[in-house]
């Protein structure tokens, strides 16, 4: 097919520019400005009726005659060798089967030994507890400031390859130089060489700042699990996974199948975040104990095995310096970090100095520091909320340094026509304008001895449109008039099934409800994982691709029917119509010239020359108490660019949801590390502080009506972006609350009061 | 001392019921008394069938047995031997509140309830509340309100909100956020749950 | 969790009894109320007894009774929402240290008996991967490793910081403890029921073994006032940083007998007696209180990484007193 040219709109609402783009074959042309019969509105989620009545079952829920429950004997010690690994009475226990890879060394607490398949899951606990293993406990390092010290234990004797998932940023892979239990440091900039040494030279003033972050682990509410069952040379498998085919993948590889010799269903998964791409250790595991046994297994991990070994965000160290000049134009800014990811890489935080702001020339060194603690993994919007907080923090430093309102700081570093609506829009909702009035008011309050202070804050959010290639949507017409669609897909929450259902209702004039909308199956057409908000931007235009196929063919059936030319007919409302006539859908489909209708759609690569980058604004509203150092957020104002939204409650409820873990990862957040055991202290809920209902602000999800033009929806992803600049938006209101600018998250009320003065020092030993 | 009956449900509050004055005088029991006692209990629990001790409760308004291992908790027995999966079990240590059920009317988690602890009273779990065609008030609620997203902590959730509303049909929402506490959603559904449960209250249906 | 053996006495003598042959026998039991703090344990293989003595389906000493000297006595049964709803004009600072425990979930299962006796949430001792002084381990694994939520007062041996609310309570209150066992039971003062790691490394109380909360009695007075606050990192569950209850009986504006109470700071509850002495027989204001806030920290040792409790000790007294005597501590805008 030849290229075809058209004219678009794009760019925000009511100031669009026409631009000419270059239609990828096949694909239709993007969605015209202006409102849409079905998508981009409000729509109670499909699924929602079986999800609170609890008939919606995930992999924990999988029950099958004969069934195994895994269990997974595991590390005790941070680094030990492993002398004797004795399962004798394990043994013992009936229908035991084990699975012992014979590992000779262990690198973590928590680290998986062996694992153990028995008929209930008492029986395989009884039987991890009788495995005894005998370990030469080595020296461990387990902090980030410990292990970059010469002469620490080492974690790796060799250079580490890095490993990729799906949620990682991308970026070089190259072989780093390797010193000690430092890798790195990965250098990058923007501009030209030797352009910040020469802005530094020339500025007005410069700044530095240095900021921490702890390491946040996912909790993913349905612990990471597998269920595998072999039929004949088939391995089917029902995951809790973002990557139905990530899975597949993997376990092909592991098995040395054909990949359709595996199959992965996941119909609901309990969350992810970034933490559940691959098949993980114990699916593997759940995988051999199948074949060995002959019998289906169940691999779910507890939680605190989760915590310990499926994944976390990595903490880090970032120093930023800035220089600027007196009107607060930052010209350049050389950026540092260091962070810990235990024994996995990918801990680097520089992707947010580099592309959020206007920065003429930047230089980033991010190095990864092992440790002898769970591999790190991606957690939503990897590496970004630590570069943001790192960052706005270092603007509203300078921002107080000027005397400047750190909003008009932001706005004259900010050259993303996006983003300025964003902080127009957000301002004016939030009621930017009291900062001074407020200021004010907590002077009252001190002067009348109350301690509660309050303030308020906002922060940049940065993120990318990944997409993901190859993903395809088929849909599937029936005689009957039963409209199904195939992806494989899953949805981790994010309900893209309603998504799908909407641009497919919208094409074939159909109601949302009758959709039969087929996900989370390796077996169906390829699909995203979902991670990196790639969901939506990539499937969407396939969906919407295959949808407008779909309707060409119906449109040529009902032209039969009607005696009118396909051009002329109005599918609209479950009906073709022309001219004064109207035919239901379902008696057009009832003369379809096969059995089934098939219509597929790809996602084409995106039109040249739009920018990839994501924007949002937030604001945060906080009171201090500061006799006590407790924080309580009270308001989130927070602006996004979705593009043109597809099923907004889902959107909506996903700005939400990022901002709560922003929130948490701000004020509560952090896996605690007892340094002389190298054990994790808190690897459970009760201690590892996330969120609550009463720690919940009144939360203001906003959209920027916007025309990105990259694809035929103008689809892009909100999962990652809605998280980035909470925390630094809070930490920012804390500030202003507080006249105290934290540095390290969480900010903790030991902190804030340790900022104030108020904890005596001589009494602290650090 | 030795005539007590089992604890009736209910049996909470400001009755007279019970009240046993001058207990540490009372009919001095001894070690030796304990092994008659240890003795009985055990021809008991021989009495029953192999490898466990028999449960009968009511069950969604239904009568259920079964023969439990002591160690078998609430969540297990429904999950593993009645096939309601609606129940979830997020920690397994009564800190996130996805096995959360109605025990005689009252949220409790199910994970640390041993399931003969249920023995005689009433269980409500969420497939109890209203199924996907004949969704209860606060099920419609949450819908309306897309007060879930990977749904995994929903029922809990669910179940949390139906236990408040039975009691307050008209929270405020500071009860509301009381009433969920206990219920962690790593999604961030919270507003959502605010909204269903304000929404339910409004419509004046007494029960969850 | 160890599989165990489950026995259902019948009365409390014969949960005693029970015991009681446990205890000579050598075998470990462990008696069971609602079971929310148990099977915690049992989960963890922090606890694994051969036989589980279950109290729970006992009628008597399940509810809350009053009599007509204007005792009020709490059977161990009660659980701690039914003390939240039901003593809340009687004893708010009881109420509120109830109301503000554990979850939802959790409050309306475990009962004040269960709460009095459960062990410390120190962390170190809850995790199965570590043997600290307190499991036979050779040393407080906290005091030279994370304890930031530890003990401020009182830790030279062991830093755990004792868990029950209501202990913080009742002891402000009062309150005497009766307890039932083979061979005799006895009434303890509240003072008397907490026990300090320096008496018995392995418990936290005085309850011999085998030796079971049946009671709790609490005295109201003429002119009795009490409060409970506590402050918290996170406000949906989360243990306190830092928690106090005042008592005290207003005689004609002046505040006579009182009890300041801190909790969350040491391995018992204990009273602020320096803080007690400044307003004991004067009428409670801002400045005063603000004075025994900052009273009640004397005799403070705190450890490397929490002497930011320090001030928050200080912040709770101070609120407390004020919240007892129905005055404004300036934090109301919070909520």
């Not at chain 1, 996903?654 to 055991?677: M, N, T």
Request: hydrophobic share 40%; aromatic share 6%; with cysteine.
């Amino acid at each position: 097919m030849a290229d075809v040219k058209t004219k678009i709109d794009v760019g925000l609402a009511g100031k669009t520019k026409t631009i000419e783009v270059v239609l990828p074959p096949g694909d239709p042309a993007p969605y015209a400005v202006g409102e849409r019969p079905v998508t981009g509105k409000r729509r109670p989620r499909l699924d929602g009726p079986i999800k609170v009545t609890g008939r919606a079952l995930y992999t924990h829920d999988v029950r099958k005659p004969g069934m195994l429950h895994a269990r997974v004997v595991r590390s005790p010690y941070a680094h030990a060798k492993i002398l004797s690994i004795d399962t004798s009475a394990a043994e013992k226990i009936p229908g035991v089967v084990i699975e012992n890879p014979k590992k000779s060394a262990v690198r973590y607490h928590g680290e998986a030994v062996l694992a153990l398949a028995a008929p209930t899951a008492a029986g395989a606990e009884d039987a991890a507890r009788a495995v005894k293993v005998a370990y030469d406990v080595l020296p461990h390092t387990v902090s980030l400031a410990a292990a970059r010290k010469e002469g620490s234990p080492l974690v790796f004797q060799k250079a580490v390859e890095e490993k990729r998932t799906a949620g990682d940023e991308p970026g070089a892979a190259a072989a780093l130089p390797q010193t000690g239990n430092v890798r790195g440091p990965k250098t990058s900039e923007k501009g030209d060489t030797g352009a910040v040494e020469k802005a530094f030279a020339e500025a007005d003033g410069t700044l530095e700042v240095v900021t921490t972050t702890s390491v946040q682990t996912h909790v993913c509410m349905e612990t990471h699990s597998l269920f595998a069952e072999w039929v004949g040379d088939t391995l089917e498998v029902q995951a809790s996974t973002q990557g139905t085919f990530s899975v597949r993948d993997e376990l092909s590889e592991v098995f040395k199948l054909a990949k359709d010799k595996v199959r992965v269903r996941a119909e609901f998964t309990g969350g992810g975040f970034g933490s559940k791409f691959g098949a993980g250790d114990y699916g593997v595991f759940a995988a051999k104990l199948a074949k060995k046994a002959g019998k289906p297994v169940l691999m779910a991990l507890d939680r605190k095995e989760e915590s310990l070994s499926a994944g976390n965000r990595p903490d880090s160290w970032n120093r930023v310096k800035l220089a600027y000049r007196k009107d607060g134009t930052v010209t350049a800014a050389d950026y540092e970090s260091f962070g810990t990811a235990g024994v996995a890489t990918g801990t680097g935080t520089g992707g947010f100095v580099k592309a959020a702001y206007g920065f003429p020339s930047v230089t980033v060194a991010e190095s990864d520091v092992f440790t002898h603690l769970g591999p790190g993994c991606a957690m939503r919007a990897p590496g970004h909320p630590q570069g943001c907080f790192a960052v706005e923090t270092a603007l509203e430093e300078l921002a107080a340094r000027l005397g400047m309102d750190p909003l008009a700081l932001r706005l004259k570093n900010d050259p993303s026509e996006v983003r300025r609506a964003e902080w127009e829009i957000g301002a004016k909702e939030f009621g930017w304008s009291r900062r001074a009035q407020i200021t004010k008011a907590n002077e009252a309050a001190a002067a009348a001895g109350s301690p509660l202070r309050r303030g308020i804050g906002c922060a940049a959010s940065l993120w990318y449109t990944f997409v993901a290639p190859g993903s395809q949507v088929l849909v599937r017409i029936h005689r009957d008039g039963t409209v199904e669609v195939e992806n494989g897909v899953q949805d981790i929450g994010g309900g893209v099934r309603n998504a799908i259902a909407m641009v497919v209702a919208e094409e074939l004039g159909l109601s949302v409800e009758s959709l039969r909308v087929k996900i989370g199956d390796s077996r169906y057409p390829f699909g995203p994982a979902s991670g990196g908000s790639v969901t939506t931007g990539s499937l969407i235009p396939a969906v919407r691709a295959a949808a407008v196929h779909a309707r060409e063919k119906l449109l040529d059936v009902a032209s039969k029917v009607l005696g009118a030319p396909a051009s002329g007919i109005v599918l609209a409302n479950g009906a073709f119509s022309a001219g004064g006539k109207s035919v239901e859908f379902r008696k057009v489909c009832s003369r379809l010239p096969g059995e089934t209708l098939v219509a597929t759609g790809d996602r084409a690569k995106d039109y040249d020359g739009a920018d990839t980058r994501l924007f949002g604004a937030q604001f945060a509203e906080v009171v201090v108490d500061v006799e006590t150092g407790v924080v309580a957020v009270k308001k989130v104002v927070a602006v996004h660019d979705c593009g043109q939204p597809v099923w907004k409650t889902g959107v909506e409820s996903q700005i939400r949801g990022g901002i709560l873990q922003g929130i948490s990862y701000a004020l509560f957040e952090e896996r605690v590390v007892d340094e002389r055991s190298g054990r994790v202290l808190n690897p459970n809920v009760e201690f590892y502080k996330v969120l609550g209902s009463k720690d919940t602000p009144e939360i203001v999800p906003l959209l920027v009506d916007f025309y990105p033009g990259k694809n035929n929806a103008h689809a892009r992803g909100i999962g990652e972006p809605a998280t980035v600049p909470t925390a630094a938006a809070v930490a920012n209101a804390i500030a202003h609350a507080t006249g105290v600018r934290p540095t390290a998250l969480p900010i903790t009320p030991a902190r804030i009061l340790d900022l104030l003065g108020k904890v005596a020092r001589r009494e602290v030993k650090a | 001392m030795s005539d007590e009956k089992d604890r009736p449900e209910g049996a909470r509050g400001f009755t007279r019921r019970g009240l046993i004055k001058g207990l540490a005088t009372s009919a001095v029991a001894s070690a030796a008394a304990g092994a008659a006692v240890l003795a009985e209990e055990r021809a008991k629990a021989d009495a029953s069938a192999a490898g466990g001790i028999p449960v009968s409760l009511t069950l969604n308004g239904a009568p259920k047995k079964g023969v439990f291992e002591a160690r078998t908790t609430l969540a297990e027995a429904l999950r593993d031997s009645w096939g309601l999966l609606g129940t979830k079990v997020g920690c397994d240590r009564g800190a996130c509140g996805a096995c959360t059920v109605l025990l005689d009317g009252v949220a409790v988690n199910s994970c640390l309830t041993l399931v003969h602890d249920a023995d005689g009273r009433k269980v409500t779990t969420i497939e109890g509340l209203g199924s996907p065609e004949a969704l209860s008030p606060i099920q419609k609620a949450f819908v309306e309100a897309d007060a879930l997203q990977c749904g995994f902590c929903t029922p809990g959730m669910v179940v949390s909100c139906a236990g408040l509303l039975a009691k307050d049909p008209h929270p405020t929402p500071h009860a509301v956020k009381e009433a969920v506490a206990g219920n962690l959603c790593r999604c961030g559904t919270y507003t959502g749950v605010f909204a269903a449960c304000e929404a339910t209250g409004k419509t004046g249906v007494n029960h969850g | 969790m160890k599989s165990f053996e489950r026995l259902q006495p019948k009365s409390w003598d014969d949960a005693a009894a029970l015991l009681a042959t446990a205890k000579r026998d050598k075998v470990h039991a462990e008696a069971k109320g609602a079971g929310t703090e148990l099977v915690d344990r049992l989960k963890e293989y922090n606890l694994a007894p051969d036989r589980v003595v279950d109290l729970r389906r006992l009628t008597s000493h399940s509810s809350i009774q009053r009599n007509s000297s204007g005792a009020v006595s709490i059977g161990a049964l009660v659980t701690l929402s039914t003390i939240a709803e039901g003593l809340k004009s009687e004893f708010p600072a009881l109420a509120d240290a109830c109301l503000g425990a554990a979850t939802p979930q959790i409050r309306n299962a475990a009962t004040l008996a269960g709460n009095l006796c459960q062990r410390p949430r120190c962390w170190y001792f809850r995790s199965s991967d570590f043997q600290c002084l307190k499991k036979g381990g050779v040393e407080c694994l906290a005091k030279a490793g994370e304890n930031e939520f530890h003990a401020v007062f009182g830790n030279n041996t062991c830093a755990i910081v004792h868990p029950s609310a209501a202990g913080v309570a009742l002891l402000a209150l009062d309150a005497r403890i009766e307890t039932l066992a083979a061979g005799g039971g006895r009434t303890l003062l509240a003072a008397d029921f907490f026990q300090r790691p320096e008496l018995d490394i392995f418990s936290e109380n005085a309850l011999k073994p085998g030796e079971l909360i049946v009671e709790v009695h609490v005295d109201t007075r003429p002119g009795l006032r009490s409060a409970y606050r506590k402050i918290k990192q996170k406000q949906a569950f989360d243990w306190p940083l830092a928690d106090a209850a005042v008592a005290f009986r207003d005689d004609g504006g002046a505040a006579k007998d009182v009890r300041v109470v801190i909790g969350s700071a040491a391995p018992v509850p204990f009273r602020a007696k320096g803080a007690e002495a400044l307003v004991e027989g004067k009428r409670i204001d801002a400045a005063l209180a603000a004075q025994a806030g900052r009273a009640a920290l004397e005799g403070a040792t705190p450890l490397e990484k929490n002497a930011y409790k320090l001030p928050m000790v200080a912040a709770v007294v101070r609120r407390t007193l004020l919240a007892a005597a129905g005055l404004s501590d300036g934090t109301e805008a919070f909520a």
